[in-house]
């Protein structure tokens, strides 16, 4: 409906069909554009076997495109942040991380509740909200903040940042 353009499925017959849709390479900016811009995902597939051979042509997801996650020109305002924010929950307080990732910006606030995030986030304009499963499912979240996506939890998220970052501690960016 996006896009005004129809759409196809593999395996149309069965129970549970694949919608898929294909578009013409030289325009696929316009297309993800208008997608992200509505707040979706779009998950970029190229062919990884050879088409001469017989059979179905193989294809692979290359690339996943969110609304906070895109670097398209079409898309990007030069005046105006791409924000993509994450919110995480310990002993009653909240973190909410934000991140702009054509800049390379980020921050990281303790809100003491969920309104005091939704207003962070309402501020920021984020184009992008990752929420932990048990705050997926909270209707008054989902309502205000329609472009949400499941948080994948880290088993230790304080190591994955010191990794990520090959730092001993999280001092030098405010997050002990």
């Known amino acids: 409906k996006i896009l005004d353009i129809a759409l196809t499925a593999r395996h149309k017959e069965s129970p549970n ?8 390479h030289h325009s696929a900016e316009n297309y993800i ?3 992200t811009k509505a707040g979706e995902k779009v998950a970029i597939a190229e062919q990884v076997s050879d088409p001469s051979l017989p059979g179905i042509v193989e294809r692979k997801v290359i690339r996943v495109i969110t609304p906070g996650t895109t670097f398209s020109e079409q898309i990007l305002e030069s005046r105006e942040h791409q ?21 390379g910006d980020f921050f990281v606030q303790e809100c003491k509740s969920l309104d005091e995030i ?19 499912s ?10 949400l996506s499941r948080q994948i939890p880290h088993k230790n998220p304080r190591e994955h940042l010191q990794n990520h ?3 001993k501690n999280l001092k030098g960016f405010g997050l002990e």
Request: hydrophobic share 40%; glycine share 4%.
């Open 83 to 103: 924000f993509l924010s994450s919110v995480s929950e310990e002993n009653s307080l909240f973190a909410l991380g934000i991140a702009d990732l054509s800049t």
């Open 17 to 24: 069909p694949i919608p898929m849709c294909g578009v013409p």
């Open 138 to 147: 909270k209707e008054e979240f989902v309502k205000n903040f329609p472009v």
């Open 165 to 167: 970052f090959g730092t």
């Open 33 to 35: 554009s208008k997608l």
């Open 118 to 136: 939704q207003r962070e986030i309402t501020k920021i304009e984020a184009k992008e909200i990752i929420v932990p499963p048990h705050l997926f």
